[in-house]
């Protein structure tokens, strides 16, 4: 949507709050005006519901989320953003289905809830359900089944349209199934005729990558303690030993001990209280925002968390020379503060009770509680990996942290001496309970579990063990089994086991054990392969001396619960899902242009910005959890940088088949966002604090939060662009809008681009120009380098071209050329006649960054 049609829909006023009687009706009205625009039927908006709505303090006007219904079916991501001030529609971005009666396939489901249930499960390959009953319901067509056997949580399931490819709305229901092993949280539509799945969506945002490693960093070294004190006298004494903000990583600076974090406002009562009375009513980390715990076994349930007393004190050793399984009480408390402080920040932007966020008790009473993080803590379900999974408001979110690969293979864990037909070293895989192997071996004897059933198998002590005296300070081999692993390694310990053997009963890797109530575990425990692990029973059965030992000599996994970048991208999965389309919806952003990963990359960024840093110097995404120096990329094609030479990022790289979706195009808008803040710093100052500064970092925290809010279900670049502008309008009286325009166009994001389908990732057309003067006259912004006043020509350019800006002399200028790939091509003065020389070059496209003074400008060239 161009600027003009932004602007026309303004009418600066006071503020006047909707009543809850009349903002549909004011919603409706506004419709009816524009309906001859967008084709839209009377009817086709008669029955829309309010499907969330909070007050934003920050543009000073109401949000309304409006669902379009048919006969009370919500027609599935069909919901419009309304931003109401005074009661008048400020700015409205929706995309209603037209004609919505004639395209209605059928009323009437011929399935029930619990047959969609049943049949959505088998076709997701999860299992057939048990024991399915109905917990909880708002209507005959919204209820909540019970787990049934194929869901960590219970499974809301509602009646909805949903829109085919060939444009009918079929009848479906609608159902979210939290997958046991926590690999997927299928949001699924079923027809309701015929049990097709027609549609799904895995609410878990997964940011796995490949990478490489660098070995022989430096870490800052943790006894190098700083201490900093908070302000909540509620919570007086809370102490916790971290890498405080804006630290990113062990690597990026100091570990502090941090006294009374906690935000007085958006914590009053401190980060480990749930039911909003003066004292804390957890010890560990646990409190209305978070519950940190590690799940090593990837039970995806609470595993252990650390206490830190009656005195509320988390400051624990923490030693990198050793396995990340032995620093567990830091690396959770790490990640339960910068859990709480994401919450905190940023609810002072927007993303509050109201809107969304996530908290246990909504201290407020607005919207909705009893969505507090799930945050785990080197997770065993993965590796080189982190995600969040958002459900709507009112429902649990889940973090998963994971450990990523050291620099190097990691030594055998285990040797075996004798007898010298079995001696060597043998690959296996750690237990996700208990504890870890160390540096120091375990060396001892080996001897064969046996219980007192031989059928099916005597080794695998699923019955009480027969051999007792024999395990004793013995290393125990332990078959697997039908029983669990816990039980195993129980049994084994209560008969004096100094550590234990799991052999893989099935052919193929050994994997990682895991269970529940695992914390009566003392005892080390390793899983080898079905082949090694076979030939040591048989040497045993033969009563063959077998002795050995058990080890962890490094080199380590790095635990990403350090790598506070990731953290804090994790997080913001979850910001820019409730905040898109409203916190009721959390199937917006899975468009093909979608900028989910954009979004996460920026508010790590945002929260991890320091005074020392520079516009045009690059930074990483994730460098310490991949094991690479602060100057390195990490996850990202290049660094974030203003630089073109270090970031040539434009619109168009979403368009190669080179840049991954969705990392790589939300790579694109986290440049741009980058970027944006930058120039926002260049006008108004950086400002340390980031909860109430007044810098240009903090009006671009709080443009991005607002554009999120405002830009409609399934966005693309210009969708977001057009909100941030729009924000800048309501917040601002519109003052940046100038430096906004000129910063999204130098990434090719100008007025003349065009997103197209913001469904498809290569349809996107990109441009470099700023609106016409009779839309905006920028060309007195404080820049003063507006596109409608400077070219390139000839363009194309065969032997040169020639530089020209109006009423400006630009010889002598610092004239760069790149080429798409950001290498630096070509580096020259232009001379008198402001003419460079290009005859060197090859055929192709490049990017002409011109500097003139304090005057920066960007523009594609085309050599033929």
């Given at each position: 949507?161009?600027?003009k049609?932004?602007?026309?829909l303004?009418?600066?006023?006071?503020?006047?709050?909707?009543?809850?009687?009349?903002?549909?009706?004011?919603?409706?009205?506004?419709?009816?005006?524009k309906?001859?625009?967008?084709?839209?039927?009377?009817?086709?908006?008669?029955?829309?519901?309010?499907?969330?709505?909070?007050?934003?303090?920050?543009?000073n006007?109401?949000?309304i989320?409006?669902?379009?219904?048919?006969?009370?079916?919500?027609?599935?991501?069909?919901?419009g953003?309304f931003?109401?001030?005074?009661?008048?529609?400020?700015?409205a971005?929706?995309d209603?289905e037209?004609?919505?009666?004639?395209?209605?396939?059928?009323?009437?489901?011929?399935?029930?809830?619990?047959?969609?249930?049943?049949?959505?499960?088998?076709?997701?390959?999860?299992?057939?359900?048990?024991?399915?009953?109905?917990?909880?319901?708002k209507?005959?067509?919204?209820?909540?089944?019970?787990?049934?056997?194929?869901?960590?949580?219970?499974?809301?399931?509602?009646l909805?349209y949903?829109?085919?490819?060939?444009?009918?709305l079929?009848?479906a229901?609608?159902l979210?199934?939290?997958?046991?092993?926590?690999?997927?949280?299928?949001?699924?539509?079923?027809?309701?005729?015929?049990?097709?799945?027609?549609?799904k969506?895995?609410?878990?945002?997964?940011?796995?990558?490949?990478?490489?490693?660098?070995?022989?960093?430096?870490?800052?070294?943790?006894?190098?303690?700083?201490e900093?004190?908070?302000?909540?006298?509620?919570?007086?004494?809370?102490?916790?030993?971290?890498?405080?903000?804006?630290?990113?990583?062990?690597?990026h600076?100091?570990?502090?001990?941090?006294?009374?974090?906690?935000?007085n406002?958006?914590?009053?009562?401190?980060?480990?209280?749930?039911?909003?009375?003066?004292?804390?009513?957890?010890?560990i980390?646990?409190?209305?925002?978070?519950?940190?715990y590690?799940?090593?076994?990837?039970?995806?349930?609470?595993g252990?968390?650390?206490?830190?007393?009656?005195?509320?004190?988390?400051?624990f050793?923490?030693?990198?020379?050793?396995?990340?399984?032995?620093?567990?009480?830091?690396?959770?408390?790490?990640?339960?503060?910068?859990?709480?402080?994401?919450?905190?920040?940023?609810?002072?932007?927007?993303?509050d009770?109201?809107?969304?966020?996530?908290?246990?008790?909504?201290y407020?009473?607005?919207?909705?509680?009893?969505?507090?993080?799930?945050a785990?803590a080197?997770?065993?379900?993965?590796?080189?990996n982190?995600?969040f999974?958002t459900?709507?408001?009112?429902?649990?979110?889940?973090?998963?942290?994971?450990?990523?690969?050291?620099s190097?293979?990691p030594?055998?864990p285990?040797?075996?001496e004798?007898?010298?037909?079995?001696?060597?070293?043998?690959?296996?895989?750690?237990?996700?309970?208990?504890?870890a192997?160390?540096?120091?071996?375990?060396?001892?004897?080996?001897?064969?579990?046996k219980?007192?059933?031989?059928?099916?198998?005597?080794?695998?002590?699923?019955?009480p063990?027969?051999?007792?005296?024999?395990?004793?300070?013995?290393i125990?081999?332990?078959?697997r089994?039908?029983?669990?692993?816990?039980?195993?390694?129980?049994?084994?310990?209560?008969a004096?086991?100094?550590?234990v053997?799991?052999?893989?009963?099935?052919?193929?890797?050994?994997?990682?054990?895991?269970g529940?109530d695992?914390?009566?575990?003392?005892?080390?425990?390793?899983m080898?392969?079905?082949?090694?692990?076979?030939?040591?029973?048989?040497?045993?059965?033969?009563?063959?001396?077998?002795?050995?030992?058990?080890?962890?000599?490094?080199?380590?996994?790095?635990?990403?619960?350090?790598?506070?970048?990731?953290i804090a991208?994790?997080?913001?999965?979850?910001?820019?899902?409730?905040?898109t389309?409203?916190?009721q919806?959390?199937?917006?952003?899975?468009?093909?242009?979608?900028?989910?990963?954009?979004?996460?990359?920026?508010?790590?960024?945002?929260?991890?910005?320091?005074?020392?840093?520079?516009?045009?110097?690059?930074?990483?995404?994730?460098?310490?959890?991949i094991?690479?120096?602060?100057t390195?990329?990490?996850?990202?094609?290049?660094?974030?940088?203003?630089?073109?030479?270090?970031?040539p990022?434009?619109?168009?790289?979403?368009?190669?088949?080179?840049?991954?979706?969705?990392?790589?195009?939300?790579?694109?808008?986290?440049?741009?966002?980058?970027?944006?803040?930058?120039?926002?710093?260049?006008?108004?100052?950086?400002d340390?604090?980031?909860?109430?500064?007044?810098?240009?970092?903090?009006?671009?925290?709080?443009?991005?939060?607002?554009?999120?809010?405002?830009?409609?279900?399934?966005?693309?670049?210009?969708?977001?662009?057009?909100?941030?502008?729009?924000?800048?309008?309501?917040?601002?009286?519109g003052?940046?809008?100038?430096?906004?325009?000129?910063?999204f166009?130098?990434?090719?994001?100008?007025w003349?681009?065009?997103?197209?389908?913001?469904?498809?990732?290569?349809?996107?057309?990109?441009?470099?120009?700023?609106p016409?003067?009779?839309?905006?006259?920028?060309?007195?912004?404080?820049?003063?380098?507006?596109?409608?006043?400077?070219?390139?020509?000839?363009?194309?350019?065969?032997?040169?071209?020639?530089?020209?800006?109006t009423?400006?002399?630009?010889?002598?200028?610092?004239?760069?050329?790149?080429?798409?790939?950001?290498?630096?091509?070509l580096s020259?003065m232009?001379?008198?006649?402001?003419?460079?020389?290009?005859?060197?070059?090859?055929s192709?496209?490049?990017?002409?960054?011109?500097?003139?003074?304090?005057?920066?400008?960007?523009?594609?060239?085309?050599?033929?």
């Amino acid at each position: 949507m161009k600027l003009k049609l932004l602007l026309f829909l303004l009418i600066f006023s006071s503020v006047s709050l909707v009543s809850a009687q009349t903002e549909i009706d004011i919603v409706k009205n506004y419709l009816e005006q524009k309906k001859s625009e967008n084709l839209l039927l009377t009817d086709d908006f008669s029955d829309l519901i309010l499907a969330s709505q909070h007050f934003s303090k920050s543009t000073n006007a109401d949000i309304i989320y409006a669902q379009q219904t048919y006969s009370g079916i919500p027609v599935h991501n069909a919901i419009g953003n309304f931003v109401i001030r005074n009661s008048s529609v400020k700015y409205a971005k929706y995309d209603y289905e037209v004609d919505l009666a004639s395209r209605i396939s059928t009323q009437s489901p011929a399935l029930t809830p619990e047959q969609a249930l049943n049949t959505a499960s088998t076709q997701l390959g999860i299992g057939n359900p048990t024991n399915i009953s109905i917990v909880g319901s708002k209507s005959s067509n919204n209820l909540i089944l019970s787990k049934s056997g194929v869901s960590i949580d219970d499974i809301p399931v509602q009646l909805v349209y949903y829109k085919s490819e060939s444009g009918v709305l079929n009848l479906a229901w609608d159902l979210s199934i939290h997958m046991i092993d926590g690999s997927h949280w299928w949001s699924v539509r079923v027809d309701a005729s015929n049990g097709r799945i027609l549609d799904k969506m895995d609410w878990i945002v997964n940011c796995n990558f490949d990478h490489s490693t660098i070995v022989g960093r430096t870490f800052r070294t943790p006894s190098q303690i700083q201490e900093t004190t908070g302000a909540n006298l509620l919570q007086e004494g809370a102490l916790y030993n971290v890498y405080p903000y804006p630290v990113e990583s062990p690597i990026h600076g100091d570990r502090a001990i941090v006294r009374n974090p906690s935000d007085n406002e958006f914590s009053p009562f401190g980060w480990h209280d749930t039911n909003g009375e003066v004292g804390p009513d957890h010890t560990i980390t646990r409190g209305n925002n978070v519950y940190a715990y590690e799940d090593r076994g990837a039970a995806d349930v609470a595993g252990y968390s650390p206490d830190g007393g009656d005195d509320l004190n988390f400051d624990f050793p923490l030693d990198f020379n050793q396995p990340p399984q032995l620093n567990e009480d830091a690396a959770i408390t790490n990640l339960f503060y910068w859990n709480n402080i994401i919450h905190d920040m940023w609810s002072y932007y927007g993303f509050d009770e109201a809107s969304g966020n996530f908290q246990q008790t909504n201290y407020t009473s607005e919207a909705f509680g009893n969505d507090y993080v799930r945050a785990e803590a080197q997770d065993g379900g993965g590796l080189n990996n982190a995600n969040f999974g958002t459900p709507p408001d009112g429902a649990r979110p889940r973090m998963q942290m994971f450990l990523w690969s050291s620099s190097g293979s990691p030594e055998a864990p285990l040797t075996v001496e004798t007898p010298e037909s079995l001696a060597g070293e043998y690959d296996a895989v750690p237990a996700g309970f208990g504890p870890a192997l160390t540096s120091e071996a375990i060396t001892a004897n080996f001897a064969l579990a046996k219980d007192e059933e031989v059928d099916p198998d005597e080794n695998d002590i699923c019955q009480p063990v027969s051999n007792p005296d024999e395990l004793d300070e013995k290393i125990v081999i332990i078959r697997r089994g039908d029983c669990t692993f816990v039980s195993k390694i129980l049994k084994a310990q209560e008969a004096g086991a100094l550590a234990v053997i799991m052999v893989n009963n099935v052919p193929g890797a050994p994997i990682t054990m895991g269970g529940d109530d695992a914390g009566g575990i003392v005892i080390p425990s390793i899983m080898v392969s079905q082949t090694d692990g076979e030939a040591i029973i048989d040497a045993l059965i033969a009563e063959e001396n077998v002795s050995g030992f058990l080890v962890n000599s490094g080199p380590y996994q790095i635990d990403g619960d350090f790598d506070n970048g990731i953290i804090a991208h994790e997080y913001g999965h979850g910001v820019s899902n409730r905040l898109t389309a409203g916190a009721q919806n959390a199937d917006c952003l899975r468009n093909d242009e979608q900028m989910g990963e954009g979004w996460s990359d920026w508010l790590g960024l945002m929260m991890t910005i320091s005074a020392d840093d520079i516009a045009t110097e690059g930074r990483g995404i994730g460098t310490y959890a991949i094991n690479q120096e602060i100057t390195g990329p990490g996850i990202r094609p290049f660094r974030y940088s203003t630089n073109f030479s270090v970031n040539p990022a434009t619109y168009d790289y979403t368009n190669r088949s080179s840049i991954s979706r969705p990392h790589g195009i939300g790579f694109v808008w986290a440049s741009m966002l980058w970027d944006l803040n930058w120039s926002l710093i260049d006008q108004y100052g950086f400002d340390s604090d980031l909860y109430n500064g007044t810098g240009g970092n903090n009006i671009n925290m709080q443009l991005v939060i607002d554009g999120m809010k405002f830009q409609g279900c399934s966005p693309g670049f210009i969708d977001g662009r057009d909100a941030i502008l729009q924000a800048d309008i309501l917040a601002n009286d519109g003052v940046n809008q100038c430096l906004i325009w000129e910063v999204f166009a130098k990434r090719g994001l100008g007025w003349s681009a065009e997103q197209g389908s913001s469904g498809s990732r290569s349809d996107q057309v990109e441009a470099f120009d700023l609106p016409p003067n009779e839309e905006l006259n920028c060309a007195l912004s404080s820049d003063g380098f507006g596109a409608e006043t400077f070219g390139i020509y000839p363009n194309p350019a065969k032997d040169y071209f020639n530089l020209s800006l109006t009423n400006t002399d630009l010889s002598n200028s610092k004239v760069d050329v790149y080429d798409l790939n950001g290498k630096l091509i070509l580096s020259k003065m232009s001379d008198s006649n402001q003419r460079v020389d290009v005859q060197q070059l090859n055929s192709g496209m490049y990017i002409v960054l011109v500097e003139s003074g304090s005057k920066t400008f960007t523009q594609k060239l085309l050599v033929q």
